[in-house]
């Protein structure tokens, strides 16, 4: 379906195998089955996409055993799509007490296994996810400009000259077809029309009811559409942060896309012509990407935030070193994304004034801007992204 003429060697990826059975967990097209033929090597390899395997697993799910021939105990199995059947899961389950057997299962999505009753094996297997490429894995095939339009998806960074037809195709056939086969999503029509406003409002805090208004649908399918979206990991609610328990602050979270360029397929401005507001969010969407690659893969899993002020100014990312404890503040990392060449001072101001607050403690305020020069104004380190991102996955960040 999608043709790659640059096809190249592999690119290495910082997600590492971990000990144990695990899930992974990613969008199609982010380079799970790849990765997984690369880090498993030899090992009998299941892939329920292709029909046969399919129709004999769904029918004689107590064939996996046969299946993995006499492989002895810590062995590693791979079943790829594993939501295509969930009820193999309970076949998984009783090989890895039986047998002994490790399992790398992975799918596009948690939530049909978790609809059928399934408990993802009772924490008996970890949770990895694989995003779309990152910085730090295209060292220096990176491209700031390119991936700000059309985002980090490995079909297409690896060919450039098509993006804007391979985001096209993947909003309308993949998403279409993931969300036909989650089953939840009766009529196609209103979610098609809900993408669109959702791909428009990247970045932005969730009104439920304007969304649902302005995407003519329902307001109760509002909740169920980013349900689907979150679930298949092609979104994230990015929280409202509340230091003080007490005070009522604005709680409402905002949506990112998982890719700037998936965000724009779905808005439907492929084809239009970037403004500078489009250009700041997809700055930030790239940043945000960045900050859960580094915070899964170097397992920091250190939970992040946006904050507003109660004057309104917000910060687009708080990262949360240390939770409160005790009557110990809370430390925060706070960072500011602006993808303008030139720093505009007043842009520090949340970050300095939740520095101002009782009871938190900001390690260190970061700005990140699209110029070219550092800078370190009173406490806040002005820095280009690339930049950033360097001192990101060299752990200065957090
Ligand atoms: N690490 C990688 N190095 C090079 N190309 C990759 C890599 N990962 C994915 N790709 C390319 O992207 C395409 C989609 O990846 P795939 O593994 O099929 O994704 P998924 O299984 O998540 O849907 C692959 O066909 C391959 O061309
Ligand atoms: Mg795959």
């Given amino acids: 379906m999608y043709n790659c003429p640059m096809e190249r060697a592999y690119i290495e ?54 299946m993995g021939g006499d492989a002895p105990e ?15 899961l309970d076949e998984v389950h009783r090989l890895m007490e039986t047998r002994k057997w490790r399992f790398a299962l992975s799918g596009s999505s948690a939530r049909k296994l978790r609809r059928r009753g399934t408990n993802l094996l009772g924490g008996r297997a970890l949770t990895r996810r694989l995003d779309a490429f990152s910085f730090r894995e295209l060292g220096r095939d990176f491209d700031m400009e390119f991936s700000l339009m059309w985002g980090l998806l490995p079909w ?22 993931e969300i036909r086969e989650e089953g939840v999503v009766r009529r196609l029509h209103p979610f098609l029309r809900f993408l669109n406003v959702a791909g428009q409002l990247n970045g932005q805090i969730v009104n439920g009811q304007n969304i ?17 979206l979150v ?54 969407t790239m940043v945000y990407h960045e900050l859960r690659v580094y915070n899964h893969t170097r397992n920091r899993n250190r939970p992040i935030f946006y904050y507003r002020t109660g004057g309104g100014v917000e910060i687009d990312f ?18 500011e994304v602006k993808a303008a060449e030139r720093w505009d001072r007043r842009w520090e101001r949340a970050m300095r004034s939740l520095a101002g607050r009782e009871g938190i403690r900001v390690e260190r305020m970061i700005g990140i801007y699209g ?28």
């Fill in 74 to 88: 810590h062995s590693w199995i791979v079943i790829d799509e594993i939501q295509k059947i969930p009820g193999l």
């Fill in 231 to 284: 679930d298949t990991l092609l979104g994230y609610f990015l929280p409202a942060y509340r230091p003080g328990v007490k005070v009522r602050e604005q709680a409402h979270p905002k949506f990112y896309w998982f890719d700037p360029g998936v965000a724009r397929a779905a808005a439907g401005l492929l084809f239009d012509p970037v403004d500078r507001v489009w250009r700041s969010t997809a700055l930030e």
């Fill in 156 to 177: 297409v960074q690896l060919d450039r000259g098509n993006a804007p037809d391979i985001l096209n195709s993947y909003v309308h056939t993949y998403i279409k077809e």
């Fill in 318 to 335: 708080v990262v949360e070193t240390k939770k409160r404890q005790h009557g110990s503040p809370a430390s925060v990392v706070c960072l």
């Fill in 13 to 66: 990826r910082l997600l590492d195998v971990p000990e144990r059975s695990f899930f992974l967990f990613g969008p199609r097209g982010v380079g799970k089955t790849t990765w997984l033929r690369k880090m498993f090597p030899g090992t009998p390899f299941f892939d329920l996409l292709d029909s046969s395997v399919y129709l004999e697993l769904s029918t004689n799910p107590g064939n996996l055993e046969a």
């Fill in 371 to 398: 110029g070219r020069r550092y800078y370190r104004f009173d406490g806040v380190d002005v820095m280009p992204v690339e930049e950033f991102l360097e001192c990101l996955y060299r752990g200065e960040v957090f």
């Fill in 212 to 228: 649902s208004r302005e995407a003519a649908v329902p307001r109760s399918s509002v909740d169920v559409y980013f349900s689907i």
